[in-house]
């Protein structure tokens, strides 16, 4: 297993796309900084600065990374599939087949580590270019946001992995994963919200759908404000992600120890 | 007693009402080289995946080096393979396609990986990408990737298939030297049934996911090479007959009937000394098939069945 994940490792650094990725989300970054100075510079100088903190809290900065960070995930889940298939190469030697599936998702925790300490360092940098103020904000409040996107980003990382589990192109996964970023599976949700409403039956399908929590989660508040108005407490949406993180893990190990290669 | 390396019992595997494995029961040598021969859609690639652990079987047992399908794991990690196309990351290098797999394996050295670059042939190809390589030279990386944890089985699933001429014989040379060298079964399949004439210790014949025959190649040796075949009434009589014309090489066919290998030609002067001898000859016939035609016949056979 252990040798698995350094595998899996050394092969996500050698990816260019983990890289592009970064680059790509650096640049937008840059962008939303400077049109932040430039809106700040018609205001007046009691006017608040954001801290990295709060530039990280931002919806749109939320889902920008999510957006970057699933369709990295889904290249590389396929990466040993697609293509060459080198998957077949190690694949038959190892104990369980499923190893290859918790070799994946300790690999997609670490990747997320290494995405937010290094657009940590980018926001930083763009602070102190377009701000003139560089401020983390309180470390303590930034850690739990970071935390909490973390568990939520796996999450749905690990719904891309239950999709991966079934395919051998690249094409299918990452559709899931630009579906899951620009949360359109909440419109669907909604869509079934509306039928049950209509058969009238009281029951909400998006209260359970993750994706949509992401650009609403703040700084030093156990509540999420949504954009209907409405408050859901962030114990309640972290709960839903372990759920998602365990049932999709679980499921595609069960598929992946099932399954024929191809 | 033969040494089996793997053995199979009645291996199926079943893809919704179609067998593309049906109960085949396999016998591979220890240290031999064993050609899997048959068309394509005949069962042989999803064979040697279940073989490797790529695939699940339906129904049967696989035996492989004295451990059962219970404890599949310990002979799996035995068993190399390069089934269809090369596995390999075609945007890294030959190294590190090989590191990748030795990390996977435990076994990264730097050393290691430049030995078996150095084994397979690759080991100027410096920083050029796989995506770059030519068939062979995949094919070869291939092979590399598939010993890397020095492996005491190779399952070759048409490893030559595609290949120029150049590249055909890199890859013979490769597989003799595993197999003499380095004392590695192999399994290896393949449609250029001349170019696994010259490697294979023994075969076996799939057709339809049935497996129709194995044999030794001095077996199959005998079944394809030309002989003159004469059906006399008194054997012994015959044999000395034969003796006194200095034909030592034949063997018994039939209840009276003998298979020469030599002197094929010299029916006519053979015929005469039987005669002038007193054993009547009721048939002399020359047979003989080439290994293509040999395969056609075993495989139209049970079509036809």
């Known amino acids: 297993m252990i040798n698995l994940i350094r595998m899996d490792l050394y092969r996500m650094v050698r990816m260019k796309s983990i890289y592009i990725t970064f680059i790509i989300y650096s640049f937008i970054m840059a962008m939303m900084t400077s049109v932040m100075s430039f809106s700040l510079s018609f205001e007046s100088e009691s006017s608040h600065v954001p801290t990295v903190a709060e530039v990280q809290e931002a919806g749109m900065v939320q889902l920008l990374m999510g957006l970057f960070m699933f369709i990295f995930a889904a290249t590389f889940l396929m990466s040993d599939v697609a293509g060459g298939g080198f998957v077949k190469s190690y694949l038959g030697q190892v104990k369980h087949r499923f190893y290859r599936i918790i070799s994946k998702f300790v690999c997609l925790c670490i990747y997320i580590v290494g995405f937010f300490a290094a657009s940590t360092i980018v926001q930083t940098v763009m602070c102190g270019l377009f701000l003139d103020r560089v401020e983390i904000g309180d470390i303590g409040d930034y850690v739990v946001l970071l935390g909490r996107i973390f568990v939520m980003y796996l999450a749905l990382m690990c719904v891309i992995l239950f999709a991966s589990a079934f395919v051998k192109g690249l094409v299918w996964p990452v559709i899931v994963a630009v579906l899951l970023g620009m949360q359109f599976p909440e419109v669907i949700t909604m869509l079934i919200d509306l039928l049950l409403k209509w058969a009238k039956i009281d029951f909400s399908v998006t209260k359970y759908e993750l994706a949509h929590y992401i650009p609403n989660l703040q700084l030093g508040s156990s509540q999420l404000v949504l954009s209907d108005n409405t408050t859901t407490d962030v114990s309640f949406v972290m709960i839903l992600a372990v759920c998602y993180i365990v049932i999709f893990t679980v499921a595609s190990c069960i598929v992946y120890e099932k399954r024929d290669i191809v | ?305």
């Open chain 2, 1 to 305: 007693m033969e040494e089996y390396l793997i053995t199979t019992d009645r291996l199926t595997k079943q893809f919704g009402k179609h067998k593309a494995v049906n109960e085949v029961s396999m016998h591979i040598r220890k240290g031999s080289v064993y050609g899997f021969i048959g068309k394509n859609g005949a069962g042989k690639t999803t064979f040697m995946k279940i073989i490797c652990g790529l695939a699940n079987k339906t129904s049967g047992s696989i035996t492989a080096f004295g451990e059962t399908d219970a404890n599949s794991a310990n002979y799996r990690k035995k068993i190399g393979c390069l089934i269809e196309a090369p596995g390999i990351f075609t945007d890294m290098t030959a190294f590190q396609n090989v590191k990748a797999k030795c990390l996977a394996a435990g076994v990264y050295s730097k050393e290691y990986v430049d030995g078996l670059l150095a084994l397979v042939g690759l080991a100027d190809v410096g920083k050029k990408k796989a995506k770059n390589f030519s068939l062979g030279m995949r094919q070869r990386l291939g092979i590399a990737l598939a010993l890397v944890g020095d492996p005491e089985m190779l399952v070759l699933d048409e490893p030559i298939n595609g290949l120029d001429p150049q590249g055909i014989v890199e890859v013979r040379e490769i597989i003799h030297k595993l197999a003499t060298e380095r004392k590695i079964t192999i399994l290896i399949s393949s449609h250029i049934l001349d170019e696994l004439s010259r490697i294979a210790t023994d075969y076996g014949i799939i057709n339809n996911g049935v497996l129709i025959k194995e044999m030794t190649a001095e077996e199959l040796q005998n079944a394809c090479s030309e002989s003159l075949n004469i059906t006399v009434d008194d054997l012994e009589a015959a044999k000395r007959v034969l003796g006194e014309m200095g034909i030592t090489s034949y063997r018994l066919i039939g209840e009276n009937t003998l298979a020469l290998s030599e002197r094929i030609d010299e029916s006519a002067s053979i015929n005469s000394e039987l005669v002038r001898a007193g054993v009547m000859v009721s048939e002399l016939s020359k047979r003989g098939e080439a290994l293509e035609d040999y395969y056609i016949r075993l495989t139209g056979g049970v079509a036809n069945d």
